[in-house]
């Protein structure tokens, strides 16, 4: 039994030693970033994602930061939580989830239609730009989707008496927060 074992009060799985090595570095940053000014719902929102590499972390959080001190960032958060509200809601209330892919021979509207073509190719973007550690760029194609986003929540109705309809429009919204969840857990984020 090692010193840690006897700490532990019992000898730790294989890798936990690992684990509990790293959690202690991620608290240790997340007061850091603190101490930098940065805000504790984006940290929980950066972390969330579950990212090991260090450097990539404080990336992610000062290029989410940036991006929510713009008006594309903080409309998209509006826009976000709309969506995600909505998604909830229903998905308590029918029991079940709406994610996936929308069916295109479905949409109806042109401006539903014209978010469903942008989502993807967002969705792209800012997956291949987070894979290469290029936040601001992900923040920026994220931007991209402010006036679709807008345009359909103004005059675009999701719970529409047609059930295909509405389920179909539920998984848009679903889109929504699949995409921009690629950078940061917006779910996370108070203002």
Same mark, same amino acid.
């Given at each position: 039994?090692?010193?840690?074992?006897?700490?532990?009060?019992?000898?730790? @799985? /294989? %890798?936990?030693?690992?684990d509990l090595l790293l959690d202690f570095i !991620?608290? &240790?940053?997340?007061?850091? =970033? *603190? @101490? /930098? %000014?940065?805000?504790?719902?984006?940290?929980?929102?950066?972390? !969330?994602? &579950?990212?090991?590499?260090? =450097? *990539?972390?404080?990336?992610?959080?000062?290029?989410?930061?940036?991006?929510?001190?713009?008006?594309?960032?903080?409309?998209? =958060?509006?826009?976000?939580?709309?969506?995600?509200?909505?998604?909830?809601?229903?998905?308590?209330?029918?029991?079940?989830?709406?994610?996936?892919?929308?069916?295109?021979?479905?949409?109806?509207?042109?401006?539903?239609?014209?978010?469903?073509?942008?989502?993807?190719?967002?969705?792209?973007?800012?997956?291949?730009?987070?894979?290469?550690?290029?936040?601001?760029?992900?923040?920026?194609?994220?931007?991209?989707?402010?006036?679709?986003?807008?345009?359909?929540?103004?005059?675009v109705t999701v719970n529409v008496a047609d059930r295909a309809?509405?389920?179909?429009?539920?998984?848009?919204?679903?889109?929504?927060?699949?995409?921009?969840?690629?950078?940061?857990?917006?779910?996370?984020?108070?203002?």
């Open positions: 039994m090692t010193i840690l074992d006897r700490q532990l009060g019992e000898a730790p @799985e /294989q %890798g936990s030693v690992k !991620a608290d &240790r940053l997340k007061v850091h =970033l *603190r @101490e /930098q %000014g940065v805000r504790h719902d984006l940290i929980a929102a950066v972390f !969330a994602l &579950r990212e090991d590499d260090l =450097l *990539r972390l404080l990336a992610r959080a000062e290029a989410l930061r940036s991006f929510l001190d713009t008006d594309d960032g903080m409309n998209l =958060l509006t826009a976000y939580r709309r969506a995600a509200n909505i998604v909830a809601i229903e998905e308590r209330r029918d029991g079940r989830a709406y994610d996936g892919e929308p069916e295109w021979e479905r949409l109806s509207d042109p401006l539903e239609s014209a978010l469903a073509r942008m989502l993807p190719q967002v969705g792209g973007l800012v997956g291949a730009a987070v894979n290469q550690g290029k936040f601001a760029e992900s923040m920026a194609a994220l931007a991209g989707l402010r006036r679709p986003v807008d345009e359909f929540f103004e005059r309809l509405r389920e179909n429009r539920l998984r848009l919204l679903s889109r929504i927060r699949a995409v921009m969840n690629q950078v940061a857990d917006f779910s996370q984020i108070e203002g």
